[in-house]
Structures are given as C-alpha cells and as structure tokens.
Nanobody, 115 residues
Framework: QVQLVESGGGLVQPGGSLRLSCAVSGIIFSSDRMGWYRQAPGKQRELVSTVRTGGAANYADSVKGRFTISRDNAKSTVALQMNSLKPEDTAVYYC?????????WGQGTQVTVSS
C-alpha cells in the first residue's frame, strides 16, 4: 500500500501561482498513472490532470494552458504547477496514483484563490 502526501497549498490572489507537490512512499512504477484531482465545496471530485511516464499528460479543459503536471519516478514525486489562478480553482487538491486500476489518494491540500 503506497502512501501519498501533498504539500504546497495555501491562499493566493487571483492571477497568482502555486506549486503543489506529492511525495509517494515507496517506488513509482513506470506503468503507474499519476494525477491530481480537486473537490470544491458542494461539488464532486473532478480530474485536473494526469501524467504517465514519458510525459504524456492530459488536462481538464478548465486548466489547460495554466497548469502543468510533472513526475519524477526516481524521486517518487509528482508536482502540479498552477499559474494564472482563478477563484474557481479554489478546492481541496488530491494526489492520485493508479496502479493496476487501483487508486491510492493523499489526504488533500487546500488551495484558496481570493483577493
């Protein structure tokens, strides 16, 4: 059972940037899919971005061009660089690892975009 720990959330003004990081206990296999999801109050958890080994990534339409996901299998980490943040990006962000169709989750980190 892997454990995921997120960090880097906080309060930022609209237009600002934050970088979220996720540390994974143990080894990230090249076949693992890594990703970030978010859940805003009163809403369902939604996919933000995923990345596979080699860099193939996909993004929700709402974050395309603003967010960039990256992974480092050697360091067992995945990161999400978030630029041009908007109030609607406010949510708890969760790190996700999918291995053999089984999902593991972090505890989440709060991101609040507000002036």
């Amino acid at each position: 059972q892997v454990q995921l720990v997120e960090s880097g959330g906080g309060l930022v003004q609209p237009g600002g940037s934050l970088r979220l990081s996720c540390a994974v206990s143990g080894i990230i296999f090249s076949s693992d899919r890594m990703g970030w999801y978010r859940q805003a109050p009163g809403k369902q958890r939604e996919l933000v971005s995923t990345v596979r080994t080699g860099g193939a990534a996909n993004y929700a339409d709402s974050v395309k061009g603003r967010f960039t996901i990256s992974r480092d299998n050697a360091k067992s980490t995945v990161a999400l660089q978030m630029n041009s943040l908007k109030p609607e990006d406010t949510a708890v962000y969760y790190c996700n690892l999918r291995r053999n169709l089984v999902d593991s989750w972090g505890q989440g980190t709060q991101v609040t975009v507000s002036s």
